[in-house]
């Protein structure tokens, strides 16, 4: 067990299936978990019955990416109802998505893109994210958290930053932030010159204090040439772990996770950096109220 594992910050990490055996029968080492909602959407089966396991020792997150809060289209019923009874089977603590589309038509076909596609920061597109947010919420009965994305291209119908545009998005829907360090970091890369810590103090210096409900970490391949990938393949780089601790002292507590989707490691890697995201937290937050505390991360 890990020795910094009785803390008051909550640390976790994304559960994924080759994973699923290691959570289950290894000590307690992360505060919670957090898996897609759209790969436990079936009736039943194998990996819902070990979520319901899981669930009866963590608390769980549901992350979904299909739901798209950004798209001119409706959400499907369908997609909404079976999203409430995982809801209700799993009683999440947090419930989240991405400020992307997703759906849209084609030949009078409604149709999914498979991707978390960007969106324009207009004022048209943000009275849309609203409203199929406040639809969401009340159709759920839960507020949201929604999470900024990496886009591999601008806009430049654009009149709002994305901070802008989410800053906006918490305040008109009582929604909350979810912030991803890395999906900023990606973007600075690819194109704000590549300055990520100045592009994340930036970034966070637009939100509202208490907008913020969890942050995610990651890392990404850095390719020598060409654009950047949120592939989610590697530590969490240099860089994030920086802008992390700007984070924390801008919205204090967070509940942060540790997102690993690509070349997935041993399950005691994951724990590491979860516990690294502890350790500077815990540094960080004590840091706040007592100067005297210090130490590094590197």
């Known amino acids: 067990m890990s020795a910094t594992w009785q803390s008051d910050v909550l640390v976790g990490v994304g ?19 957090e898996v897609h909602s759209e790969n436990f959407f079936s009736d039943g089966g194998a990996a819902l019955s070990v979520l319901r396991q899981v669930r009866e020792r963590y ?19 369908d997609y909404l109802n079976r999203l409430k009874r995982l809801m209700n ?8 998505e ?18 978390l596609l ?16 406040e639809r969401v919420q009340d159709f759920l009965g839960r507020h949201l958290v929604i999470e900024n994305v990496s886009a591999y291209v601008q806009f430049a119908e654009s009149y709002l ?36 810590v100045g592009s994340i103090n930036d970034y966070i210096d637009v939100l509202p204090l208490d907008s913020v409900a969890q942050i995610h970490l990651a890392g990404a391949t850095i390719p020598e040439q060409g654009m950047v990938i949120d592939d ?9 772990w920086r802008g992390y ?10 509940p942060t996770l540790v997102e690993w989707d690509t070349n997935l490691p041993e399950w005691s890697v994951l724990v590491g950096e979860a516990d690294k995201a502890r350790a500077i937290a815990n540094r960080v937050l004590d840091k706040e109220v007592n100067p005297v505390v210090g130490g590094s991360y590197e």
């Open 245 to 254: 601790e700007l984070a924390l002292k801008r919205f204090g507590n967070v």
């Open 232 to 240: 989610h393949a590697c530590p969490v780089t240099r860089d994030v």
């Open 59 to 77: 608390p769980v997150s549901l992350h979904s990416t299909s739901m798209g809060l950004g798209s001119h289209q409706n959400i499907p019923v």
């Open 89 to 96: 089977d799993i009683d999440p603590f947090l419930m989240s």
């Open 98 to 115: 991405h400020a992307c589309f997703t759906w849209g038509q084609q030949q009078g076909q409604l149709i999914h893109s498979g991707d």
């Open 161 to 196: 930053s994305e901070a802008e545009f989410l800053a906006q998005v918490a305040m008109q829907t009582d929604a909350k932030i979810l912030l991803d360090l890395n999906n900023i970091a990606v973007n600075s890369l690819n194109f704000e010159q590549g300055d990520v």
């Open 118 to 133: 960007p969106i324009a920061h207009t004022r048209q597109n943000l009275k849309v994210i609203c409203e199929q947010i």
């Open 15 to 33: 559960l994924r299936h080759p994973h699923f055996a290691d959570i289950l029968t290894s000590d307690k080492t992360v505060d919670f978990v």
